[in-house]
């Protein structure tokens, strides 16, 4: 091999390596021209897991103020729903509920759909969340979930234990078009 195929055949390893290691010109944007990432139902289930665990399982008032509207914490009214006066209203309620006895708590996030607005609260995603600990009876939580802040927050939360929803298997329009 002469020194001009050696210089040709270098170059062109060097070409096809550099094309394999930036993924042959592929970017994370896809062929949307938008990021990839986790889809809305998948950011709503998560968000929603993360906020029930925060409230039912480990009580943790920093998470699930970040997790809530401004409108639906439980401070709004004085002072707009700050995240301190958030943390500050459930960190006195948690510390009466926390249990270490209590058996762990599982909770099962399922259908993630869009919700309509009502008279109170604006259009968004709806989601249910089924719970259960060991020896206790199941509860299940219907969420309306709004982005606020470029994230899916906690607009709405209402029980289905028991009662006309508590056994139909997707309330969550028909709870979150009733509920106000």
């Not at 060097?14 to 986790?38: F, H, I, Q, R, V």
């Amino acid at each position: 091999m002469n020194a001009t195929s050696r210089t040709w055949t270098a170059g062109l390893l060097a070409a096809l390596a550099l094309g394999a290691l930036t993924g042959c010109g592929e970017s994370d944007a896809g062929d949307s021209g938008k990021p990839k990432g986790a889809s809305d139902t998948q950011q709503v289930a998560t968000n929603a897991e993360k906020y029930m665990n925060a409230w039912m399982s480990k009580p943790n008032p920093k998470v699930r103020c970040k997790l809530e509207t401004k409108a639906n914490r439980p401070n709004y009214r004085h002072d707009g729903g700050t995240l301190a006066g958030c943390i500050s209203e459930y960190t006195s309620h948690d510390d009466d509920q926390a249990d270490p006895s209590r058996a762990p708590l599982s909770i099962a996030i399922s259908h993630v759909q869009d919700v309509q607005a009502t008279g109170q609260h604006p259009a968004g995603k709806g989601a249910l969340a089924s719970m259960h600990r060991k020896g206790e009876d199941p509860f299940r939580y219907v969420l309306r979930l709004v982005k606020e802040d470029g994230q899916w927050a906690v607009e709405q939360s209402e029980s289905v234990y028991s009662g006309r929803y508590g056994h139909t298997a997707d309330p969550v329009v028909d709870v979150l078009a009733r509920m106000e």
